[in-house]
């Protein structure tokens, strides 16, 4: 297992939601199976750059490797050769609960009373963590307090504490079948002992999770764009409230809970990668067809129509097809800028989104540009992207967003901005005047310094993915919440850390005072 390094804080985009976390498993006897990993988290990798990791077994015992950074800097050809194997689990993080450190870098490893290992990667973010910890505190499985540098902080860390504990007098398969139905939130595990790779998903099946088959063996993982990377075919979606055990006597699968789908609808807006397929509706197609309603019901004279990129490409080719307007491109991005280690200096970080995208001057001057994006959640990107297309010459610019406003944080595993600095409601330099919808646009508009600004309808969005509204959590748009909130526990990013140095719970609550106020059944 690697050593910790140096403490460090990797710099985060002021603007952009941050995505939650990718997983991979594989089982397949006779295949370099760390490698294959290591290709199926470099597919994952939107999912989570802060850190990286693989545990893998050869039957006798796991070995787990994790650093923090992206895939392909945690990674070597000598690394995955000393990672011999037949089953793995992968794990590439963005934080959610937990701090960016080593500890907290996954897969998570723990052993059993038996001397067993369990390797355990987790995508999504539970609401319970601290009743959880709670638990786990008082059978002495995690410290009382934070005991120093080598303190694992996360909701995973203690699933995978009481999942070991839980197998000191039962199968592996048995203790997860136990805990699986005290865990509430949106999680996506892939786990392994030495013999078997396991996979589960929530009840409401937040996030997604997928099976595919090799020629040897079995693969699951976080997107179906991951299958395609290492040469799996597609097999089904892992249903909600599912366990799956893989091994030499093939899939075997367990129900822990009644599904009651809730997909995260912003995968198919922003987080899953666009040649994904969720719920059996492309990705990609989704976000053209985005892209056509919203020049519907926001139509503009204009000369171009160009995107933010990556994200916000598909919804401008589908506005330009709906709307008649010619597409181009009129931003170039720096597909080598990822999230660094390297703290910028305050000139650097003056200029902002010019690290990651610069106009087009002759493309872009004169025009009457029609500028699509996926969301806005701050503002901030969107301000200087406006200020800089301005000086680059554009004689007009009309924003179009591909999601209706974000108004409410998400506690299922996306690290969005607090209520407070959103800037649907009222962040900003401008603020806000006014409740109705037309107010809180046109203080955004003001806020970002557009001439137009149009949010695609709820509904339209919905109709896109083509998935009925009754299976998706639409909660960061609309405030409905599907898994209930706790509002006598903690909330947050930092709520374990804070439970373990003994802070009181009333100050552990999440960025709202009336967080029971967002709790719906």
């Not at 903690?490 to 967080?515: Q, R």
Request: net charge negative; aromatic share 6%.
């Amino acid at each position: 297992m690697t050593l910790p390094p140096a403490a460090t804080t990797p710099d985060q985009p002021e603007n952009e939601p941050r995505e939650e976390c990718g997983v991979f498993g594989v089982w397949a006897p006779g295949e370099d199976v760390a490698k294959l990993t290591y290709y199926g988290l470099y597919a994952l990798q939107h999912r989570g750059q802060e850190a990286a990791g693989i545990a893998v077994s050869d039957g006798s015992q796991v070995l787990v490797f994790k650093d923090l950074g992206l895939v392909s800097q945690v990674f070597d050809e000598q690394t995955l050769a000393a990672m011999p194997g037949h089953v793995a689990v992968g794990h590439c993080r963005y934080s959610t609960t937990g701090s960016t450190s080593w500890e907290n870098a996954q897969p998570i490893f723990r052993t059993t009373a038996v001397g067993s290992g369990i390797a355990l990667g987790h995508n999504g973010n539970l609401v319970n963590t601290a009743e959880l910890g709670a638990r786990a505190r008082e059978l002495g499985l995690i410290s009382g307090r934070l005991a120093g540098p080598i303190a694992a902080t996360s909701d995973s860390d203690v699933i995978t504490a009481l999942l070991a504990h839980a197998a000191a007098d039962k199968t592996i398969e048995q203790a997860a079948m136990e805990l699986l139905p005290t865990l509430e939130g949106a999680f996506c595990l892939t786990f392994m002992d030495e013999h078997t790779l396991y996979a589960a998903r929530d009840p409401h099946g937040v996030r997604p999770l997928c099976l595919g088959r090799l020629d040897r063996g079995w693969v699951v993982a976080s997107e179906t764009a991951a299958l395609d990377i290492v040469g799996a075919s597609f097999v089904r979606e892992i249903e909600p409230g599912e366990l799956l055990a893989i091994d030499a006597d093939g899939v075997r699968s367990l129900r822990f809970a009644n599904p009651t789908p809730k997909g995260c609808v912003f995968e198919f807006v922003y987080l899953a990668r666009p040649d994904s397929t969720i719920s059996g509706r492309s990705v990609h197609a989704t976000r053209v067809d985005i892209g056509r309603r919203l020049a519907i019901e926001h139509p503009v004279e204009g000369d171009l129509v160009i995107p933010v990129p990556e994200s916000g490409t598909p919804a401008a080719v589908g506005y330009a097809q709906g709307s008649g307007v010619p597409y181009g491109q009129g931003l170039m991005k720096n597909a080598y800028v990822g999230r660094t280690f390297i703290q910028p200096s305050q000139t650097i970080r003056q200029l902002g989104i010019r690290l990651k995208l610069n106009p087009l001057r002759e493309v872009i001057r004169g025009k009457r540009l029609i500028v699509v994006d996926d969301s806005i959640v701050r503002g901030n990107t969107q301000r200087a992207l406006i200020r800089m297309l301005r000086e680059a010459g554009a004689l007009e610019i009309h924003v179009r967003i591909a999601s209706p406003p974000v108004k409410w944080p998400c506690f299922y595993g996306i690290d969005f901005a607090s209520r407070a600095e959103l800037v649907a409601n009222g962040a900003g330099p401008d603020g806000i005047e006014g409740t109705s919808i037309d107010d809180m646009v046109e203080g955004v508009r003001r806020s970002i310094g557009a001439d137009t600004l149009g949010y695609i309808s709820l509904e339209s969005m919905v109709a896109a993915t083509e998935q009925p509204r009754s299976r998706l959590c639409c909660a960061c748009f609309d405030g409905e919440y599907p898994i209930a909130l706790p509002t006598d526990l903690a909330l947050g990013k930092n709520v374990l850390e804070s439970v373990l140095s003994g802070a009181k719970e009333s100050n552990l609550l999440a960025d709202n005072a009336n967080v029971s106020a967002l709790s719906r059944p």
